[in-house]
């Protein structure tokens, strides 16, 4: 069975902060995404990867950057912490490239939910 | 680019009595397209999926969905929900040669008893 793991699923930090995010699964996927979760707005992508050192942005990327120096974990980073950042954050991993592995759903994490005071 | 809509943000129903979750979806290229399950404080789950074949897909516990093309729509029924199906469900389309996925904004289902 796939893992996503999330490392903290409650975080409070203050504004200004800068804030990482950990993301590590265990089956060796290609592809890991980071997304936002906010009430009537469902998810949006905040950036996604699909290979070590590689990454992509998604919708909403302005704030954020990520890193992925190993294929099991990508971070997500908040350079500097602002209250509107507030939200539940979701990673999610998918195996195969582009056009091959696209049929792929993606596993998801249990959700990191942050508040930013 | 691909865009799913989910009209219904609330819907509540008795235990035992059917359901459909509503989604429709706008893409200008073929599509796979997915439901998941999202239950308190966890992460979302994957419910089913469409790829290809037949347009009726099911699940483990007895929800299913139905892919028309014509409509561009994928709803999600099941007829006869438990309280255990209390839930937040999003619907996902992602374009065939892409990595993303789009959700839509979730539809809240409430099994009262």
């Known amino acids: 069975d796939v893992k996503v793991t999330q490392s903290s699923r409650y975080l409070v930090k203050r504004t200004g902060e800068k804030v990482f995010l950990e993301c590590v699964q265990d089956?060796?996927?290609?592809?890991m995404f980071w997304y936002r979760q906010d009430p009537g707005l469902g998810l949006r992508l905040i950036y996604f990867s699909y290979d070590v050192k590689m990454k992509e942005k998604g919708d909403i990327p302005e704030g954020y950057s990520v890193s992925r120096e190993k294929k099991e974990r990508f971070s997500l980073i908040l350079e500097s912490a602002s209250t509107n950042q507030t939200s539940m954050y979701l990673c999610a991993s998918s195996s195969g490239g582009v056009p091959s592995g696209d049929n792929q759903p993606q596993h998801f994490g249990d959700g990191t939910r942050l508040s930013i005071l | 680019a691909q865009s799913v809509t989910q009209l219904d943000s609330q819907v509540p129903v008795f235990e035992e009595a059917p359901v459909e979750l509503r989604c429709n979806y706008s893409s200008s290229v073929s599509v796979y397209l997915f439901w998941y399950v999202q239950y308190p404080n966890q992460g979302l789950q994957l419910l089913l999926k469409?790829?290809?074949?037949?347009?009726l897909v099911e699940s483990i516990n007895g929800f299913e969905a139905e892919f028309n093309k014509s409509q561009t729509s994928f709803h999600l029924r099941k007829p006869s929900v438990h309280i255990s199906d209390t839930a937040e469900y999003f619907c996902?389309?992602?374009?065939?040669?892409?990595?993303?996925?789009?959700f839509g904004t979730g539809t809240r289902l409430t099994v009262i008893p």
């Open positions: 089956m060796d996927h290609e592809n």
């Open positions: 469409y790829l290809s074949g037949s347009t």
């Open positions: 996902a389309v992602r374009g065939t040669g892409a990595n993303n996925l789009f």
